[in-house]
């Protein structure tokens, strides 16, 4: 109390002396100082007043500049009047604090509350989520407005509960996509171009890299187009006209890539198309083969075959057929062999064999004709070269196998004639081979001779030497001159009257 009230306190207290409260005189009251506080007393009541100044005038101070957590206030106080505050209103630093710290909260949920709902919008949530999307919204609107009362506890709550509903339908995308390609493709497969296109387009934003959901766009816009060309088509196959459906239904294959209905209808236009050009053809085979032209005919039933139906027909068709054929030819082979037989024309006789086992290899009679036809053919051309080539004979090993051809001739049993004329002709060069000749041979007198397989003879003007038929070689050699060779056959009327040997062509040697 202030000095003014405690000395009215005091008056009051010495005129009110004696009296009781009837006006009646009492004894006077003791004096003033007996009833005097202590010390101790107004030492506390002054700590407390400076802890009251100092909450007055400077805790206000650092709670106005901060709050938590430690985040500097907004100084508002530049753009709007300060509002007086009423004394009966006031709250505690600590409180303000307290409701600071709730507020940043509620914004950071907000925060990503609003980045959420950013995320759908560009998901175009509406269309696929209204009802649930809404009432988020509504969550966040019921929260806006416990923000604006400063119920941030509250704002916080609500925003969460929004936040949490918006990332669940974010979850749900993947679960949206693939219920919205199902309905997508429901449509196409029902004809519904619309419905499909719109379908895929929401499928397209929830996800663009989607290659489903661009097939399905892709398909979902010539879908009337090509559901016109199967109309079109199908009546075509009815009436038979199957070149022109076929036609039709590859034009929906370019238009939709991925139409397996018409990629089916094309394998089966296709089959049918086969089927009647398989009895078309069928038909020409039979009919060339009443022609008697068994070989067009069996190309005919080749080509039916190669079309891939029905082969097995086709191909009993070309049997029966080739069985025709191959007899006949067996038959026009067998008359041949007899001529090329009698003539002793054994390499075409084997030959012919050769031809009739390619058309049946169980033959028997052909197989053993080509055992015989062909031995007597090897030994025909043996003989032919032993004739065409005598001189050979001075070689003893050939001399020897010569023989050897010629007893297995004169041991056939039916001979023919040109085995016999063979066999004569090679005997008499056979003992002509062995009767040795003189042959004369001619050099300069400065030649080297040398006569192969008979050694050398030196120099000479002239020299005769008795050698055995057959083929020989003489060369000659001199210092400066060029080499010479001559090549001469004795014997088998071939025998030369000279056989000159000399060089005479010099060799002119250039010096560096």
Not at 52 to 61: D, E, G, R, W, Y
Not at 311 to 332: C, S
Not at 372 to 396: C, T, V
Request: glycine share 6%.
């Amino acid at each position: 109390m202030s000095d003014k009230k405690l000395q009215a306190s005091e008056q009051a207290n010495d005129s009110g002396a004696g009296q009781s409260p009837g006006g009646f005189y009492t004894e006077p009251a003791k004096s003033s100082s007996a009833h005097k506080p202590p010390v101790w007393v107004w030492f506390g009541l002054g700590s407390l007043l400076v802890v009251a100044l100092l909450v007055i005038f400077v805790l206000p101070t650092v709670v106005s500049e901060y709050e938590l957590p430690l985040e500097r206030r907004v100084d508002v106080a530049a753009t709007t009047p300060a509002a007086q505050p009423d004394p009966a209103e006031a709250i505690s630093p600590f409180e303000e604090a307290q409701r600071a710290r709730q507020r940043k909260e509620a914004q950071d949920i907000l925060a990503v509350l609003l980045e959420r709902q950013t995320e759908l919008e560009a998901l175009d949530v509406s269309s696929w989520a209204s009802a649930a999307y809404e009432q988020a919204l509504e969550q966040a609107a019921t929260g806006d407005d416990y923000y604006r009362n400063q119920d941030f506890v509250l704002a916080a709550r609500y925003y969460t509960q929004a936040q949490d509903q918006l990332e669940s339908l974010l979850e749900s995308t993947d679960e949206v996509l693939q219920q919205t390609l199902a309905e997508a493709d429901s449509a196409l497969a029902a004809g519904d171009s619309a419905a499909a296109r719109s379908k895929y387009s929401l499928a397209r934003v929830l996800d663009p890299q989607s290659e489903a959901a661009a097939i399905g766009m892709e398909r979902s816009r010539a879908l009337d187009e090509v559901l016109s060309l199967f109309d079109e088509a199908e009546r075509l196959a009815e009436d038979g006209e199957l070149e022109q459906a076929r036609e039709l239904y590859r034009q929906i294959v370019a238009l939709d890539n991925y139409n397996e209905d018409a990629r089916e209808r094309i394998d089966t236009v296709t089959a049918r198309i086969r089927e009647r050009e398989f009895g078309q053809i069928m038909s020409e085979g039979y009919a060339l083969l009443e022609q008697r032209e068994p070989q067009q005919a069996i190309a005919a039933f080749e080509r039916a075959a190669g079309l891939g139906v029905n082969e097995a027909q086709a191909r009993a068709a070309i049997e029966q057929t080739e069985n025709e054929v191959a007899n006949a030819r067996i038959t026009r082979l067998r008359a041949r062999l007899l001529t090329a037989e009698a003539s002793e024309q054994w390499q075409d006789a084997a030959e012919l064999y050769t031809e009739v086992l390619s058309i049946d290899p169980n033959l028997t009679f052909a197989q053993e004709g080509q055992d015989y036809a062909g031995k007597r053919a090897q030994l025909d051309a043996l003989l032919e070269h032993a004739i065409a080539n005598p001189e050979r004979f001075s070689d003893e090993a050939v001399y020897q196998e010569t023989l050897d051809v010629y007893y297995t001739g004169r041991n056939i049993a039916s001979p023919g004639q040109r085995l016999l004329n063979q066999l004569d002709e090679l005997q008499g060069l056979l003992e002509t081979s062995r009767i040795p000749i003189e042959v004369t041979f001619v050099s300069d007198n400065f030649t080297q001779v040398t006569l192969m397989r008979e050694g050398e003879l030196g120099t000479f003007e002239q020299r005769t030497l008795t050698l055995q038929p057959g083929r020989y070689v003489a060369v000659g050699s001199r210092p400066g001159y060029r080499e010479v060779r001559k090549e001469f056959v004795v014997g088998f009327g071939q025998t030369p009257e000279t056989v000159t040997v000399q060089c005479e062509e010099r060799v002119v040697s250039s010096r560096r």
